[in-house]
């Protein structure tokens, strides 16, 4: 029985010298045949553990190579990877672990002391792994072989467990398979043109699809390098781009290199791709990225339990403000009250491929749930598409916002005010109201230097928006609460303002 995963993705590098991962600001590569020499020692030391097949690793390190080659490792012993946000709070770490039933623990090594009783609770082992790759992970690896036996798995075998973010409730485990990861790993070099002459900027954290599926899983399907960087910061980005052809990155990044006037035409000529996900990216980016470097960022779409299912194309026409047509594979549906709408209506997405996940750990009826009879995850987010097959985004069914009986998308709303001189960026949600049940309010940030013209903002929607879906208030903030991918938090916005409209208490 083979190991698809590994089998496709690691196994034919191994021995090889070809560079894999280049450290920021130069120096020596770490080749593919090191980097899984590495790997397989640390599969032996967990295997020498008495970790089984199927066995959950819970990560919360800091990003490293050794980080990154823990990850190959679980896959070549068989073990299920899940990565955790390095944010994360002890209470919040407590559920992951003991929800997953994870056997081993891993964390920073300043970590160690405060998570031993945890690890104890759980039964987990508890092992450590800092940024410099030293840790009693690493120690136990040292007295392993460089080669190490690759476990069978089927197609159909749990490969990694990632829990989704829990911003309308309890977070749940979304199970992925060895099929799940592999298949969008080859889609998506294909559709991105990638082959073993690209090296690949990665900025992005690991413990996130994003930059460990996608980023990853792409360049060691098709053999090119890595720049590996600890975290996005603008300069040392900038620095690094003569030496890189692709980007991957979030919405964030590309507004933090256009804020800086050394990025020009000549420092992104060497490049032939930047991609963006993981949050909607504003037209008037993608626009002004075109502008200041001759690029048009490729926007894609996706989700955790999905894997990525729709893609601008490399080739073809990139649309600002869409996030393309479905991928190849990918079955997908705009759905509204049951049924299929026509393009150019509004619904909620469904998909359906050999990405789409395997349910959620331990939750049978919530991913009963989330599932059509005939296949189809339930995504909740609203969208609609063009008579070319182009996906628009409109937002998060939860963030639909209701009043007085009238749909306003928030998304539709914000285009208009993102538009608008002087500001950055806005967020539109739902408060609650005393007449019209929720009431549309505008969280603004302006441009530096900047103040949002309350009077411009609303003359901006009624040039092009029905009166109910004017802003009853807009609200001034320096930024917008995000989450480590760069999405806005609407969720806590929604919190911060409930009582916006709350009635004066009446006098005692």
């Not at 496709?8 to 590569?29: C, E, M, N, T, Y």
């Not at 090191?34 to 199927?54: M, N, Q, V």
């Not at 996608?214 to 003569?242: K, R, S, Y």
């Not at 590309?254 to 050394?262: E, H, K, M, Q």
Request: charged content about 20%; hydrophobic content about 45%; some cysteine.
């Amino acid at each position: 029985m083979a190991n698809p995963l590994f089998d496709r993705l690691f196994a034919p590098h191994v021995g090889s010298d070809a560079p894999f991962l280049l450290p920021p600001g130069g120096g020596a590569a770490q080749s593919y045949g090191a980097f899984l020499e590495d790997a397989a020692r640390i599969a032996g030391a967990l295997a020498g553990l008495g970790l089984d097949p199927g066995d959950r690793v819970a990560v919360q390190v800091p990003k490293s190579a050794r980080a990154l080659a823990l990850y190959a490792a679980c896959v070549q012993a068989g073990l299920v990877f899940l990565p955790l946000n390095t944010a994360y709070t002890g209470a919040e770490l407590a559920y992951f672990v003991e929800n997953s039933g994870a056997r081993a623990l891993v964390c920073d090594p300043g970590e160690a002391a405060r998570l031993a009783e945890l690890a104890g609770r759980c039964g987990a082992e508890l092992l450590t792994l800092g940024a410099d790759g030293q840790g009693t992970l690493a120690d136990l690896a040292e007295g392993q072989p460089a080669r190490a036996p690759v476990v069978p798995r089927g197609a159909g075998d749990l490969a990694a467990l990632l829990y989704t973010s829990g911003t309308t409730g309890r977070s749940k485990g979304a199970m992925l398979t060895q099929e799940n990861l592999l298949s969008n790993a080859l889609v998506l070099a294909e559709a991105w043109s990638f082959d073993g002459r690209d090296v690949l900027l990665h900025a992005l954290p690991i413990f996130h699809t994003h930059g460990l599926f996608v980023a990853t899983n792409v360049v060691l399907a098709t053999g090119g390098a890595m720049i590996f960087m600890p975290a996005f910061e603008a300069a040392a980005a900038l620095a690094e781009l003569p030496r890189a052809t692709a980007m991957m990155g979030v919405p964030t990044f590309y507004t933090r290199l256009l804020d800086r006037p050394d990025f020009t035409r000549e420092a992104a000529g060497h490049m032939r791709l930047f991609t963006s996900g993981s949050a909607p990216l504003l037209a008037e980016t993608h626009r002004a990225f075109e502008r200041r470097t001759g690029h048009r960022i490729l926007e894609r779409y996706g989700m955790t339990e999905t894997n990525m299912t729709t893609s601008n194309p490399y080739a073809g026409e990139r649309r600002p403000g869409t996030v393309g047509p479905p991928l190849a594979g990918v079955d997908l549906r705009i759905v509204a009250e049951g049924r299929e709408v026509p393009r150019g209506a509004v619904g909620e997405i469904e998909v359906r491929g050999p990405g789409v996940f395997a349910g959620y750990w331990g939750m049978p009826e919530k991913t009963e749930e989330e599932m059509t009879a005939d296949g189809f995850f339930r995504t909740g987010d609203l969208a609609m598409q063009d008579a070319d097959g182009y996906v628009t985004i409109v937002g998060r069914a939860k963030d639909l916002i209701i009043s007085g009986g009238y749909n306003i998308y928030p998304r539709e709303v914000e285009e208009v005010l993102d538009a608008v001189p002087g500001v950055r960026e806005a967020a539109v949600i739902g408060v609650p109201h005393p007449d019209f049940g929720e009431s549309p309010v505008a969280v603004v940030v302006a441009e530096p230097g900047g103040a949002p013209d309350r009077a411009a903002l609303l003359a901006a929607c009624g040039e092009t928006l029905a009166r109910f879906k004017h802003p009853r208030e807009v609200i001034a903030v320096e930024s917008l609460p995000r989450n480590a991918m760069g999405k806005v938090q609407k969720a806590e916005l929604r919190a911060r303002y409930a009582d916006l409209f709350a009635p004066p208490a009446s006098p005692e």
